[in-house]
């Protein structure tokens, strides 16, 4: 009823009077279903904007939106997305109207429109967006200047103008805006003009090519400007002022310039959006945005207050080249509906990892693929929640329900397992015809699928429907029998989860048998197989020396759990140091952690080989692997709480670290081994010890402790209420007062062992009207509960998992995202894994993001208990 009054108004307002209200063209609600998507996308094409934009550094924008399109059928009303604006004025082909809208999108009477080119002119007004959607505003406390950004991705243009925002109906854009005269702007193209106006300047952009109204992007404010025209491209990079000495631009410049070099070789097409911006900025939701011609980056991420580590550059490597095969797939070729999106992303995934690896120093970008994107999709697709990597999409309510590591990376392994199947070059040459058919259109799964199989002169569908609509991740063991000394059978045994998860899928692996003998552990014969079903006879073995290991995914070709055989997982125990591949000690370290997770092999033991093996690791990519396990393996031991084991082994891993952090003579080594000292360091001696050396009374020979270090130690020791920490804290707080001191500050305020503090930062993240950006809130929420402050997480347990239907109901999904996965009690106990299992049966409403960060909560606890059972054994 409120809505009909407020039509009423409004069209009383604009002395005119409202049509009634054709059909309900779509849903009354904040998102856009698919079924309704192709309905408006079957009828309108053509789309061209011209966006208006008055940027004042404010907290409020206005704008003009021009929509020009064709309509094949004028017969029905049409709808146009905006969210949160005061419309003051609205003209459908020339005529004033008085607007229809509910604070989602406009209804246009079919009355006022037209079959053929119409043309829908919009002025409003709205709120910068500060969670990191729209148009989002951020005042940087440093030096009090504003910024603002566009985010889009998946469906948040119209927080930003009037818009059909759904990815098929594609347009060009042509902008002018104006902003505050020491204002620059970047946008999909390049300025073609830049005037002095009253109070500011007037930026015009010529007309871009088609584009989803998620690649279109705008970005202002008073941001330091790096310009490189070395290339065949000219390059730009944006970065607020007070940060602006933590940027290494040549880096940035160097990978660009590779990696353009690169994918225009690869993909036969040339760069299509004539320069290349690259924005680092505040607040980001995720990683990086792949804006046409203007990427987005987070600052967290990507800015470092000392030279950056061998580390940090591949990531930064790494992501620049994923954004950048964005560019050509997702930005020149687009998918239809947010069903695609996973292609998208996982093709990035795998071209901007190959990229990294042909075109960078960091040719071993494979091995980082293997050990970090490749494992979290193994444990993804592991999990209660785990779904196929194509799946429905009903609405933009869901369109990041899964966009999770099945989408990034299980999607990358598969197209790396394609290419290997279908020969490097035929899939080249696929995807070349692919991006040249659809280029500047929408595309389906069946359309890429159908260019490789078209190159490979073979039917894919088998392919398709294996690996592309089935769940789950199969298990390959090898079945080998020996007789004097030689191998009289070998077959490579596959198996799935279970019943529920049924498929057995055909793919390219090399199986490769190792000896041990007085050089170590060495291949004595490698044999590259394509098997399917349950049982693949291997007859190339036979014959073979008996192996002292047998490893059946060797270098890393399958997406495919290895199960050990007893002999081969008794020497990965025994003979690490004795492995002089990097990829295939990587590989058998991961063998030893899945027999922690599965409860095989029990925590101590395997904490046992890490202490024995991880001082003496001298592959830094590997060594950082091996670090997340031991940091993964105290998270558990915090969880099952105090114990002798526990201290005893607290102070081995102390001990460890603090000396190779010592005795490191390379900076990247010493700067990860000291890293994880801290993140180890909870005894009162390595607490008072990293107290000495944040105050300089201890100095270890080499360290740089500088404004990061400091931020971590005084984390940590606020995390133990370390005597005098928070004084320690409040001293830092006024020693930097950036932004991202700010956040840090946050951390380790909310992080410490104290009811009061919890309960007032409780009170911040419930409060849905905050006024503290949501980065901050974000943080604030993963900082709550660390795993041994099990009593005080125990406190409000019970009200947070009551509560959570509530929260879940009055928050949006960018919310709920960060709040479920930080916020729901799992505390590894069976009377934490049977509240958890109450709490799903008495909360059956949850939105789909939120129900399944409560299975998988559930499942990880009970993943905990039994680690602790096998423990005790």
Not at 63 to 84: E, M, P, R, V, W
Not at 103 to 126: C, P
Not at 752 to 758: E, G, H, I, N, S
Request: with cysteine.
């Amino acid at each position: 009823m409120k809505k009909y009054l407020i039509a009423g108004a409004v069209a009383l307002a604009f002395g005119g009077v409202a049509h009634a209200a054709d059909s309900a063209p779509r849903a009354e609600n904040a998102y856009l279903s698919q079924a309704d998507a192709a309905a408006r996308s079957a009828r309108v094409s053509n789309v061209d904007y011209t966006l208006e934009f008055a940027l004042t550094g404010k907290e409020t924008f206005s704008g003009t939106t021009t929509l020009s399109f064709d309509l094949n059928d004028a017969s029905q009303a049409l709808t146009i997305d905006l969210d949160k604006a005061t419309i003051s004025r609205l003209t459908v082909n020339g005529k004033t109207i008085a607007p229809q809208y509910n604070q989602w999108f406009i209804t246009l009477a079919a009355a006022d429109l037209k079959a053929g080119r119409n043309t829908v002119t919009i002025a409003y007004s709205r709120p910068h967006s500060t969670n990191g959607e729209g148009l989002h505003r951020m005042v940087d406390p440093v030096d009090g200047r504003v910024y603002t950004y566009s985010h889009f991705e998946p469906a948040a243009a119209h927080q930003m103008f009037p818009v059909f925002d759904q990815p098929d109906l594609k347009g060009t854009y042509q902008v002018t805006v104006t902003t505050p005269a020491d204002w620059v702007v970047s946008s999909t193209m390049r300025e073609s003009g830049v005037q002095d106006v009253e109070g500011g300047k007037q930026w015009t952009f010529p007309r871009s090519k088609k584009l989803s109204p998620y690649n279109f992007s705008m970005h202002a404010g008073p941001y330091k400007v790096w310009e490189d025209n070395s290339g065949k491209y000219p390059m730009r990079l944006f970065a607020r002022q007070s940060v602006a000495a933590q940027v290494s631009p040549q880096d940035w410049f160097k990978y660009t310039k590779q990696g353009l070099t690169f994918f225009d070789q690869y993909f036969g097409i040339p760069y299509q959006f004539e320069k290349y911006d690259q924005l680092l900025v505040p607040d980001f939701l995720y990683g990086a945005m792949e804006n046409a011609a203007a990427i987005t980056f987070a600052e967290g991420r990507f800015l470092h207050k000392e030279e950056m580590t061998v580390a940090q550059k591949q990531s930064l490597a790494g992501v620049i080249m994923h954004e950048m095969a964005h560019q050509w797939f997702g930005d020149l070729v687009t998918m239809k509906w947010w069903n695609g999106l996973w292609l998208n992303e996982s093709f990035a995934s795998f071209m901007g990892t190959l990229a990294t690896a042909e075109a960078t120093e960091f040719s071993n970008a494979w091995q980082s693929f293997y050990s970090g994107g490749k494992q979290a999709a193994y444990t993804q697709d592991q999990r209660v929640i785990t779904h196929a990597i194509e799946t429905p999409v009903p609405s933009t309510a869901n369109a990041f329900d899964n966009i999770d590591a099945i989408t990034y990376s299980k999607g990358a392994s598969t197209l790396k397992q394609l290419r290997h199947l279908l020969g490097e070059e035929v899939f080249r040459k696929g995807v070349h015809n692919y991006l040249v058919k659809y280029q500047y259109q929408n595309a389906t799964l069946d359309d890429f699928i159908g260019s490789l199989g078209e190159a490979a002169n073979r039917d894919l569908s088998g392919w398709t429907k294996e690996w592309l609509y089935q769940a789950g991740v199969n298990t390959i063991a090898a079945d080998y029998k020996c007789s004097a000394g030689k191998i009289s059978a070998f077959t490579l045994r596959q198996s799935a989860p279970g019943k529920e998860l049924p498929t057995l899928r055909e793919q390219r692996v090399q199986v490769g048998l190792f000896q041990l003998g007085a050089q170590g552990l060495a291949l004595s014969k490698n044999v590259a197989i394509t098997y399917q079903g349950a049982a693949t006879v291997v007859p190339e073995l036979k014959g073979a020396a008996c192996p002292d290991l047998v490893y059946p995914n060797y270098q890393d070709w399958g997406f495919v759990q290895v199960q050990l055989d007893k002999k081969s997982f008794a020497t990965a125990q025994s003979s690490l140091s004795k492995v002089d591949d990097p990829l295939l000690r990587s590989m058998l370290w991961q063998s030893l952690w899945d027999g922690v997770r599965s409860a095989k092999l029990p925590l101590n033991a395997f904490l046992n080989t890490a202490l024995a093996n991880a001082p003496a690791e001298k592959d830094y990519t590997l060594l950082g692997d091996i670090v997340d396990k031991l940091q993964a393996s105290v998270g558990y031991l915090n969880l099952m709480g105090p114990s002798a084991y526990h201290t005893k082994v607290i102070a081995q891993l102390e001990r460890m670290s603090f000396d190779a952090a010592k005795a490191a003579t390379d900076t990247n080594f010493q700067r990860r081994w000291f890293s994880t000292y801290i993140s180890v360091a909870s005894s009162p001696a390595a607490l008072k010890q990293l107290a000495a050396i944040l105050d300089g009374k201890l100095v270890v020979p080499g360290l740089n402790v500088g404004q990061d270090v400091r931020w971590n130690i005084i984390r940590r020791l606020n995390r133990y209420a370390y005597p005098g920490s928070d004084a320690l804290l409040a001293a830092e707080q006024e020693r930097d007062k950036s932004d991202s001191g700010q956040q840090a500050a946050i951390a380790a305020t909310v992080v410490r062992p104290d009811a009061k503090v919890k309960a007032e930062w409780a009170a911040t993240i419930a409060d849905l009207k905050t006024t503290l950006p949501f980065s901050k809130v974000r943080t604030a929420m993963g900082s709550m509960f660390p795993p041994e402050q099990r009593a005080l997480n125990e406190q409000t347990a019970a009200q947070r998992l009551a509560t959570l239907g509530e929260v879940d109901k009055a928050a949006g999904p960018v919310y709920m995202r960060a709040y479920a996965a930080s916020q729901i009690p799992a505390t590894c106990t069976p009377v934490s894994v049977a509240r958890l299992d109450a709490a799903i049966a008495k909360l059956p409403g949850l939105s789909t993001g939120t129900q399944r960060a409560l299975l998988i909560a559930k499942q990880e606890d009970e993943r905990c208990v039994a680690i602790k059972q096998a423990m005790m054994k």
